[in-house]
């Protein structure tokens, strides 16, 4: 059969030594770092033993920038930064709950990116009960660094995740301080959703998101491992 529009290309993120990697889904994970819970509102688990269910939103794939720039999205006076580690799935999980030992095998490799939030809009559908999607999943919100082969990594735990915007750090955590690290996340996420390789997982935000404006440059980076460069450029002419 023929396609009746031009079929949009999907999303390409490059690896680093070479090749691309072709964006299926993009899963996000809200309130993952105690502090940055804490800073939003919303009440930290006291142990891992009390931590409930994670939060899980998504963005489209097409969301995802790898050009060093993005634009200032229009709707909204209060963008924020949330810098993330992300995670790259390289295989398709199989079915039925993913058990925690068996997630590291679907892991392709590693990224650094930004959920960026339209902070006022998902804060008013916070108050009003209502999804947050105009607040997080719109053009150009997920900037992204180069995919990193996981075997180039390493343990997670020790690393630091960090974002400096015009060269003073804002963000910094390291990642043994997520309430849910990868393995858990996964199998969380395979309780819900059947995963496949091509989906992406940002795995939330430490304390310290604030405000980005129009000429802001970023710097997200994983330790001296992976680092993104994004620049926050004029609104789009619409
Ligand atoms: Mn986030």
Redesign the pocket.
């Known amino acids: 059969m023929t396609d009746v529009i031009p079929a949009p290309a999907p999303v390409r993120v490059p690896v680093r030594d070479g090749g691309s990697f072709p964006v299926r889904r993009v899963y996000?994970?809200?309130r993952n770092f105690a502090d940055h819970a804490r800073e939003m509102g919303a009440q930290a688990p006291a142990s891992r033993a009390d931590r409930g269910r994670p939060v899980f939103f998504m963005k489209p794939a097409d969301a995802i920038a790898t050009r060093g720039e993005v634009h200032y999205p229009p709707g909204t006076a209060d963008l924020h930064h949330?810098v993330?580690l992300v995670v790259a799935l390289g295989r398709d999980a199989p079915p039925g709950v993913l058990a925690r030992d068996a997630a590291e095998d679907l892991v392709f490799g590693y990224a650094v990116g930004l959920?960026l939030?339209r902070r006022d809009l998902q804060s008013a559908a916070k108050q009003a009960g209502l999804p947050w999607d105009t607040g997080?999943a719109f053009d150009e919100s997920a900037p992204l660094s180069e995919i990193v082969p996981a075997a180039a990594i390493g343990p997670l735990a020790a690393r630091r995740l960090s974002l400096a915007v015009n060269g003073t750090e804002r963000q910094a955590a390291p990642l043994s301080d997520l309430i849910w690290d990868v393995p858990d996340i996964l199998h969380e996420l395979s309780r819900l959703y059947a995963l496949r390789a091509g989906d992406l997982v940002?795995m939330?935000?430490p304390a310290g998101v604030a405000a980005l404006v129009p000429g802001d440059a970023c710097e997200a980076r994983l330790d001296d491992a992976i680092e993104l460069r994004c620049r926050i450029a004029a609104p789009r002419v619409r």
Do not use: Q
């Open positions: 996000c994970v809200g949330e993330e959920d939030t997080k940002f939330g935000t």
